[in-house]
């Protein structure tokens, strides 16, 4: 055994010292990186992936999580801010459903379920309508976090005091709604309306005008005002303008924030709107072919006369004179010959007869005025905005103020007069709020595409550096071999004359006795070289 590790020690000596300065640093960086990728792999591919198991949960309810996971031996962290806890992946559906049969997370709101598990007696009238007024305030936050987009809800409600006499009217109860809605989720007027209508329904003596609904980024969701046969009442008038003004915001705001990031843009928008609703009647009368401004003949009635012939000669008997009273036809003067002719016609032509019953919309935009600041990709540095940007900037604004705008009231709009309605300033905000980042948990996939190479170079570096030393291996064997067939010396005892084929077979022979593997191996070299 020691003589085989010692042989195996000096096979790797020798191979070690016939290797070249460039083949040594090829082998020694091969194993580093081999080492390292390897490391590297292990690292990223053994580790906990820790993913959040609640988010946006109190401080002190964190802390009672974190106590349960303890007791339980489950790894945790806490997230930055203490509103999150996060645990490894595998065990998230698992944790969910025990800490759920535990009673976490315990928000501490009471619900209608309060009057169950502690009804009893001693329970003042105040006591009754605080836990009243905090159960309705938690199950009208619950249905409304059922609908699409919502992520929460806060509800605060107030109502009015009741009297015990009965002259004295009854006060409007009130209610203000928090919502904490998905990034980008808009809500369409039907939608805002239900929940309106959601929110009158379950609070008594709570109408419309006394509810305010609004957002985490405070923007307010307004009921739309609902329109007479005169148009939109003066009190509706400036919830209207401020309903077009907010879509014609939000629509800026998305496309610019698209272009350049929505923490990079700001805008405001005001608009003149015409609220005067006109109805009138016209009644038109407008021929067929208005190129010749005739209509369509009905009836033609055409009269022709015509008259040729002479007159009658000079003479004869005046009526007067005559004593028969018949008269001789007498004719005073001379007359020459001629000819008659009368033509009349009538025609009778069909028109278009048009009635109108026009009402004009009592929403025309009559004038808008765009404001927009763009924050440069540097904050500090005015200089990096792209070449060009601004001018995009310009023509997309130009573009929706001639298509918002009434085309009567405001006519055909020049540059000059798009560009009176439209400011842009570049420059840094100052006070923005950074919003926290959240952690990622996944592995990028260009992690897996990078070890797959790697570990193909390692395989092939692995294959190539075995090869070598074998083919190394067989060659120093062979001239190993060569040097102990050319060292041996056999005496003949018989001292005859020996030939050099007679000595080589009985250097084989001593050979296979004393060496058996050694001259095995010499017979598969043989037997591979022929």
Known sequence: M????????????????????????????????????????????????????????????????????DAQGVQNKVAPGGTSILVPQENVDSLLVSLAAEGFPNTGMIDYSFFAENAGFGTTDNEFNMIKLASMQT?????????????????????????????ENTGQASASIMLKTD?????????????????????????????????????????????????????????????????????????????????????????????????????????????????????????????????????????????????????????????????????????????????????????????????????????????????DVQRILETIIRTSIDKEAAGELTTEELDDKIAVSVQPFNGKTVADPTPKSAIPWWIYVIGGVLLLVIGVLVFMYFKNRRNAEELEEELILEEQLASFDVDDINNELETEGTVRRKQLEKMAKEKPEEFAKLLRTWIAEE
Request: charged fraction near 25%; hydrophobic fraction near 35%.
């Open 139 to 167: 199950e009208l936050a619950n249905i409304i976090k059922g609908i699409e987009g919502v992520k929460d809800a806060d509800v605060m409600i107030t109502l009015p005091t009741e009297s015990v006499f009965l002259n």
């Open 2 to 69: 020691n003589e085989r590790l010692a042989k195996i020690k000096t096979d790797i000596q020798a191979f070690w010292l016939s290797r070249t300065k460039k083949q040594k640093t090829t082998y020694i960086g091969s194993a580093l990186a081999v080492i390292l990728i390897a490391a590297f792999l292990t690292y990223f591919l053994s580790r906990t992936e820790f993913v959040p198991l609640y988010s946006d949960v109190s401080r002190a309810e964190i802390g009672r999580i974190k106590e349960q996971l």
């Open 183 to 391: 990034a980008g989720h808009q809500f369409t007027e039907p939608q805002i309306t239900a929940l309106y209508k959601l929110v009158s329904k379950s609070i008594p003596n709570l109408s419309t005008d006394d509810i305010v609904i609004m957002n985490q980024y405070s923007e307010y969701f307004d009921l739309k005002a609902t329109d007479t046969a005169y148009g939109p009442s003066i009190t509706d008038q400036m919830t209207l303008k401020k309903t077009i003004e907010r879509d014609l915001q939000r629509q800026v705001q998305m496309m610019l924030g698209t272009m350049m990031g929505q923490d990079k843009v700001v805008v405001s928008v005001t608009t003149d709107i015409d609220f005067q609703l006109e109805n009138r009647e016209e009644n038109l009368v407008l021929p067929v072919d208005e190129e010749s401004m005739e209509g369509i003949a009905l009836s033609v009635q055409r009269l022709t006369e015509s008259f040729t012939g002479n007159n009658p000669l000079e003479g004869g008997t005046p009526a007067a004179e005559d004593a028969t009273d018949n008269g001789t036809g007498y004719v005073e003067g001379a007359f020459s010959n001629g000819d008659y002719e009368k033509i009349e016609e009538t025609v009778n032509n069909e028109v278009n007869k048009i009635r109108k019953e026009i009402v004009e919309s009592p929403y025309k935009i009559r004038d808008i005025g765009i404001q927009v600041m763009v924050e440069p990709p540097i904050a500090d540095d005015t200089t990096s905005m792209p070449p060009g940007m601004q001018d």
